[in-house]
């Protein structure tokens, strides 16, 4: 299959598997994974370090400027490593408290401006893949392939609370299906890029998926656009 160079795009709501889908399509191709939202994490983290007030969109913006967010691959499926300002914050980023406070935090127009800029940057010269809410609508809306990653509120709060319970975090279900559902409100209803699908996008509900046929249906629809492209 020729995969040159592409630009592959999955975006989607909390909890549909696109970390996990992203990072193996992108290790199938041999292209860097990008975790967009890890970046909006790693503001929110700082933001909560520094006790600035979340309310206040000017200094949360000063923030963003000066976060230095490096996101480096891993071998095989481990998530990425995300340095910030030279301190590793990887396992810092997935806890509840962040979870909750960094959607209202992406929603900040300046914020989105600060990385988003970064973002493109980064896919200059494609061979990326990049999860997110907004990657084939606003960051990259001319990228080779659009994904639309989705799954029933049920099943994606029982992904959440497999991955808490990894981590020691206690927490039920149907909280986190309340949490869930207010977060796709919020991320979706927002006046700054709110999540929907995109134009020319591919919606792939993962319900009754397993993660590999998810790959292979992504990895099908990337040969397809490669052949397009020649
Ligand atoms: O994918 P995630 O759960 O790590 O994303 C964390 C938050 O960041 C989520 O609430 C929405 C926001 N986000 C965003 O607004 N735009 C992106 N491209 C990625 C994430």
Excluded: W
């Excluded at 200059?124 to 893949?129: L, P």
């Excluded at 149907?174 to 591919?202: F, N």
């Amino acid at each position: 299959m020729s995969n040159d160079s592409l630009i592959v795009a999955i975006d989607g709501p909390a909890g549909a598997g696109k970390s996990t889908v992203a990072q193996m399509v992108a290790s199938k191709l041999g292209y860097v994974y990008l975790d967009t939202g890890a970046m909006y994490r790693a503001v929110t983290y700082l933001v909560l370090q520094r006790g600035v007030d979340p309310s206040n969109h000017q200094a949360v913006t000063s923030v963003a400027k000066e976060a230095d967010i490096v996101l480096k691959s891993n071998a095989g499926n481990a998530k990425p490593t995300v340095i910030l300002n030279g301190e590793n914050i990887t396992d810092k980023i997935r806890t509840r408290e962040i979870s909750n406070l960094v959607s209202p935090l992406s929603a900040i127009a300046s914020v989105r401006d600060v990385l988003v800029k970064q973002q493109r940057k980064l896919a200059t010269g494609g061979s990326v893949v990049l999860d997110g809410r907004d990657i084939g609508t606003v960051v990259l809306p001319n990228a080779d392939v659009k994904i639309f990653l989705t799954a029933s509120v049920e099943e994606r709060a029982r992904r959440r609370l497999k991955d808490l319970e990894k981590q020691g975090e206690k927490a039920n279900l149907q909280e986190l299906m309340v949490e869930i559902e207010a977060r796709d409100t919020r991320d979706s209803t927002r006046d700054v890029a709110p999540l929907k699908v995109a134009d020319g996008g591919v919606v792939v509900n993962t319900d009754d998926l397993t993660i590999e046929q998810v790959v292979d249906r992504i990895l099908e629809i990337c040969s397809q656009r490669a052949c397009h492209s020649e």
